[in-house]
């Protein structure tokens, strides 16, 4: 069964920084791409980052490119990100999310349940 | 970048009604359209793919169709269940954006 836990929210303030860390199991971590996707209070999703498999290859949306990087630990089935110069509109619950390998092309099949990040004053 | 619009924003129907939401995008995605269901405090779910397929374990009553630019869900009978919302989202390349999403309620 695949499982995703994400772990590390929490309130940080402006300017701060923060880590966040999806640990993965049931599934071969190593061959599937990752993404993070957040969603702030009471708005719809958006997607934030995503790491690729075959050529190790990272995107970002506009919004985060800069301040935000991924990265991911074989070793440990652990997908992180690494969120600096944080924003109060980056407040949200940030999802993980495994991409689907198949014919049908990369959609995101399993989502952890989330971690809430509140960047405040 | 190609921007991703739903339709209605929201809507409310009673139990048994046939309900369709539609999902626009501004530039051709072949069917590489997701659409994704949200019940409210839960992670988002997987409902169908490639514009059409549905998901394993999700209920038959859901469909897609579509192609292209033009994409629908439909639900063909709402059930108390189905009180969730939903998101379109693209995923042929990057961006992977998602529509801003469809509250569906029970009347």
């Known amino acids: 069964e695949v499982q995703l836990l994400e772990s590390g929210g929490g309130l940080v303030q402006p300017g701060g920084s923060l880590r966040l860390s999806c640990a993965a199991s049931?599934?071969?971590?190593?061959?599937?791409?990752m993404s993070w996707v957040r969603q702030a209070p009471g708005k719809g999703l958006e997607w934030v980052s995503t790491?690729?498999?075959?050529?190790?290859?990272?995107y970002y949306a506009d919004s985060v490119k800069g301040r935000f990087t991924i990265s991911r630990d074989i070793s440990k089935n652990t997908l992180y990100l690494q969120m600096n110069s944080l924003r109060v509109e980056d407040t949200a619950v940030y999802y993980c999310?495994?991409?689907?390998?198949?014919?049908?092309?990369?959609?995101?099949?399993?989502w952890g349940q989330g971690t809430l990040v509140t960047v405040s004053s | 970048d190609i921007q991703m619009t739903q339709s209605p924003s929201s809507l409310s129907a009673s139990v048994g009604d046939r309900v369709s939401i539609t999902c626009r995008a501004s530039?051709?995605?072949?069917?590489?359209l997701a659409w994704y269901q949200q019940k409210p405090g839960k992670a988002p779910k997987l409902l169908i793919y490639?514009?059409?397929t549905l998901q394993s374990g999700a209920p038959s009553r859901f469909s897609g169709s579509g192609s292209g630019t033009d994409f629908t869900l439909t639900i063909s009978s709402l059930q108390p269940e189905d009180v969730a919302t939903y998101y379109c989202?693209?995923?042929?390349?990057?961006?992977?954006?998602f529509g801003q999403g469809t509250k569906v309620e029970i009347k």
């Open positions: 999310a495994k991409k689907a390998t198949t014919q049908y092309g990369n959609y995101f099949d399993y």
């Open positions: 049931g599934f071969t971590f190593s061959s599937y791409a």
């Open positions: 790491f690729s498999v075959g050529s190790t290859s990272t």
């Open positions: 530039q051709g995605i072949s069917n590489y």
């Open positions: 490639a514009a059409s």
């Open positions: 989202q693209k995923y042929n390349s990057a961006p992977w954006t």
